[in-house]
């Protein structure tokens, strides 16, 4: 019998990447269902995003999430946006991507640019997740439930998209860093982008032109559903000023404080050309039937308002001194010390005797409807608002010009302060 001569077919050297591709194709048929898996975290992610992004789209509340709430204060944050855009825009425009690619894997297919668009899409969207879970841990100190919900759907999906694919990407750490490069610089950009968001919404017919300068003068709202008369109220600033701004607060409420500090500038930045009618909303359950479950930060909110009212109503000449005690502070002082130092004022029976005014119970109760009128015509529930001519603008203003916008828009006034800086 003859030897046959077994001949040696040669292999060309292939490159790493194909081998793994080819030896992994029998692994990667049967790991579908863990890209079906990756896919459904992605959507609910997606979900989270989406309705979120609406609702900024809309302007409409977000369910479960009510004014000052911890949910409110992250989305009303200037962290909640780039520039004027809302962040969730962007996640549900990376998620999309994201479940794209996904839709491919998940079919069998070998292709090499879904691989990359996953991989790109989870390293996005961890490093996202990270740096808004720390913003809102350190930063905002507030956690909204939608957005919790999209970060840790978006990071268990990466993790698992990590552990699927990074191997079978050629130099995947180039593509990760360059993703990590394009995270880095959209961080800076919202630290140093100022939030140009608009919260001011026009309502025609609001309020009533300026009148003539009187004491007596009648403020009305929304063709006379509310008659606010300047010398029976609150107020910062000149009773007969010319423009009157209307400011619903709450004591409790961060944002309000900020506010406060902001409008009272602004009474010696315009000069006196306008005066501030304050009126408080509590945010409070105790008292306010639109809230269904008080926050832990707003409880003894209606206290609050009820004291101050009481401490104005009993002795008007000496109410600006102690709400300028009360709104001193990052928060209010325990509601114990409000009551000593109003008592102080006034004398414990005069004190709970005027609690007791009908007055103070119809004028909360009053303030709480006209926040649910703006609501219902503008559709943003944040607090604080300012009425302003025919303008409803909700939320904290933070920047000067945008203040001074909206006073030139409605009735023609000038910063006095600006102007005489000006060369």
């Known amino acids: 019998m003859g030897n046959k001569r077994q001949v040696e077919t040669p292999t060309r050297n292939k490159p790493d990447h194909v081998q793994n591709s ?12 863990a890209f079906w898996v990756i896919l459904v975290l992605v959507g609910l992610a997606f979900s989270a995003s989406t309705y979120l992004g609406w609702a900024a789209w809309k302007g409409g509340g977000i369910a479960g999430c009510g004014p000052d709430s911890p949910c409110d204060q992250v989305l009303s944050s200037r962290w909640a946006y780039l520039g004027p855009l809302p962040v969730s825009w962007g996640a549900v425009l990376v998620d999309a991507l994201w479940m794209l690619g996904l839709l491919k894997l998940t079919s069998g297919s070998q292709s090499l640019v879904s691989r990359k668009l ?129 400011s619903l607060f709450d004591y ?53 308002a009820q004291i101050g009212l009481a401490v104005f109503l009993a002795a008007p000449h000496q109410s600006h001194e102690f709400d300028d005690w009360l709104w001193t502070g990052e928060n209010p002082p325990p509601i114990d010390q409000v009551r000593r130092r109003a008592s102080e004022l006034l004398g414990a029976e005069r004190l709970q ?20 009128s703006n609501y219902a015509k503008v559709r943003k529930g944040q607090m604080p608002q300012l009425i302003i001519g025919d303008l409803v603008s ?30």
């Not at 009187?214 to 403020?219: A, G, K, P, T």
């Open 252 to 304: 409790s409420c961060h944002h309000c404080r900020q506010m406060h500090g902001f409008l009272k500038q602004q009474l010696t930045n315009y000069a006196g050309q306008f005066g501030v009618i304050n009126l408080p909303m509590p945010l409070d359950g105790a008292c306010n039937w639109i809230v269904k479950q008080t926050p832990k930060a707003h409880v003894n909110s209606c206290s609050y």
């Open 353 to 372: 005797r005027t609690l007791t005014n009908e007055w103070i119970k119809l004028r909360i109760q009053e303030d709480i409807s006209l926040y649910a």
């Open 22 to 33: 080819e030896n992994l194709t029998g692994a990667e048929q049967g790991s579908r269902r």
């Open 394 to 423: 909700v939320g904290v203003i933070n920047q000067q010009s945008a203040f001074d916008e909206m006073i030139t828009q409605q009735w023609g006034i000038t910063n006095r302060l600006t102007q005489v800086r000006s060369p």
């Open 118 to 246: 996953v991989l790109a899409c989870a390293t996005l969207v961890s490093v996202s997740a990270l740096w808004f879970i720390g913003l809102q841990v350190i930063v905002i100190k507030a956690i909204c439930p939608y957005c919790m919900s999209a970060h840790v759907f978006g990071l268990t999906a990466s993790v698992l998209t990590f552990g699927k694919l990074f191997r079978i990407v050629p130099r995947p750490m180039i593509l990760v860093g360059s993703c990590l490069l394009l995270a880095a610089g959209l961080g800076v950009a919202q630290v140093y982008v100022p939030h140009t968001s608009q919260h001011a919404s026009v309502v025609p017919q609001l309020a009533q032109p300026p009148a003539t300068p009187s004491v007596e003068r009648v403020l009305s709202l929304y063709n006379g559903a509310f008659k606010l008369k300047p010398s029976e109220l609150p107020m910062m600033g000149a009773t007969n000023a010319k423009y009157l701004i209307v």
